[in-house]
């Protein structure tokens, strides 16, 4: 059977007052598309042409932030993981970003749909001045469309570095009946849409109390200090895809500063 093998890179550089391309690498079913928009940062939509990702197949991203250059990268839909007959569908993100710089990690969510499998790698390399706000957001079964994720399997790894020293490290690892196990309150508290929202910025515990206030008590937040280097945590989940994006969207904004949202977050 026919199977993904696609890698996509894009890389910034700020030059003439703003951030522009440096880099593009497109192969197989990975594309990138860099819309035309007033501001100084560099906006990148990623796409896999494949529409969807099944067992076997292998999808891989490069995103690197060159000095003093903001990058904000998202994707055209959201990724759909389809039911998986034999293995599993493995993503990796590779982020990096260089001194005074900025990276923006905004997919939109994933989809996991019944008897799926998937295991996603993100790993994140920042300079010792570099900002990095980046953002996960999974969805086990669409409400709306009367789905329901009885089986599966998710795996999702975590490592940010800063100037080479380990500040987040996260493994999630949920399998079997999911939907069992999202209806334990230790686990989902019948959650089916959650995300995980982390800001790298030397002034992140600041914005700690205004996350709150987006965010309700419903949810949670913290910051921390990990060496010289701030960072910021928040975890979000909801009954449904539409109430997750409904807190998730305004914490992106807020969090994004002069970046901003992409566009098609709110299209």
Known sequence: MQR?????????VFKEGRSRLDRLYQDGSAKIRLPRLPGTALEAVLINTGGG????????????AGPGAALVTTTQACEKIYRSSR?????TCRLRAGEN??????????????????????????????????????IFGRTAMGERVRQARFRDRWRVR?????????????????????????IGNCAIAVATVLLV????????PAVRDVIGASDGASAWTVGTS???????????????????????????????????WSS
């Open 162 to 186: 800063v100037d080479g020293r380990l500040v987040h490290a996260e493994d999630l690892a949920i399998e079997g009946s999911v939907d069992e196990h999202l209806a334990h309150a230790a």
């Open 53 to 64: 990702l099944t067992g076997g197949d292998r999808l891989a991203w490069d995103v690197e």
């Open 201 to 208: 910025d030397p002034d992140a515990e600041t914005r700690l």
């Open 101 to 138: 710089s900025f990276l923006a990690w905004l997919p939109q969510e994933t989809i996991l749909f019944d008897s799926s499998a998937l295991s996603r790698t993100l790993e994140v390399d920042l300079a010792a001045s570099a900002r990095a706000l980046i953002v996960e957001a999974t």
């Open 87 to 91: 293995g599993e569908a493995r993503v």
């Open 4 to 12: 993904i093998q696609a890698t996509g890179r894009v890389s910034a």
């Open 230 to 264: 701030g960072k910021l945590l928040a975890r979000l989940s909801a009954t449904d895809g539409h109430g997750l994006r409904r807190r998730l969207i305004p914490l992106l904004r807020l969090l994004s500063g002069e970046a901003g949202l992409p566009r098609i």
